[in-house]
T-cell receptor
């Protein structure tokens, strides 16, 4: 059973470009969470999604950031017009259901904005 | 202020020694997770605790959640170099009916094990 998969593992973008981060949850998991880990800081929750629904986006910056989890395919975290402050490790986690919400994390995508 | 405090921030132990890492919250912890992270890598799920007084073990690692569900400890027995890494506690402080899944994390404890 493959774990949570994220790609790319490393992403370099120039200021102003768009970054797309992908997350494929574990088989059988229908809940996806995105977290951001800034240098020297802890993990911060960004958004929680189920298939085709955003359940909680209280941790998402109001502008430039969006997330989706379509019926088919991976969850996507999209950052438009990236700035240097967006450089961080972005982690995705998945869990089976509301009743069993053990969260398993992917390896992360390290975004560097130059 | 940090809602989840981990201590110590870093720890260096001699191989074979026991150690304990603590995670404390001012709020009730409805789900407490322990993860291990190697530098530059993802998080490895270790254990999840939900009930007051609960204790779980996996190999040489034991985690406990206190009766009041506001503090958890992670104990490693007879540490080995393979235990080195950053240990993170994460917690659901909202519980069912709230924004479950929205975990908050401590800043981590960096563990080094000297051979």
């Amino acid at each position: 059973n493959a774990g949570v998969m994220q790609n790319p593992r490393h992403l370099v973008r120039r200021r102003g470009q768009e970054a797309r981060l992908r997350c494929s949850p574990m088989k059988g998991h229908s809940h996806v969470y995105w977290y951001r880990q800034l240098p020297e800081e802890g993990l911060k929750f960004m958004v929680y999604l189920q298939k085709e629904n955003i359940i909680d986006e209280s941790g998402m910056p109001k502008e430039r950031f969006s997330a989706e989890f379509p019926k088919e395919g991976p969850s996507i975290l999209r950052i438009q017009q990236v700035v240097r402050g967006d450089s961080a490790a972005y982690f995705c986690a998945s869990s089976p259901s509301l009743l069993n919400y053990e969260q398993y994390f992917g390896p992360g995508t390290r975004l560097t904005v130059t | 202020s940090q809602e989840l405090e981990q201590s110590p921030q870093s720890l260096i132990v001699q191989e074979g020694k026991n150690l304990t890492i603590n995670c404390t919250s001012s709020k009730t912890l409805y789900g407490l997770y322990w993860y291990k992270q190697k530098y530059g890598e993802g998080l490895i799920f270790l254990m999840m605790l939900q009930k007051g007084g609960e204790e779980k073990s996996h190999e040489k690692i034991t985690a406990k959640l206190d009766e009041k569900k506001q503090q958890s400890s992670l104990h490693i027995t007879a540490s080995q170099p393979s235990h080195a890494g950053i240990y993170l506690c994460g917690a659901d402080i909202v519980g069912y009916g709230g924004s479950q899944g929205n975990l908050i994390f401590g800043k981590g404890t960096k563990l080094s094990v000297k051979p």
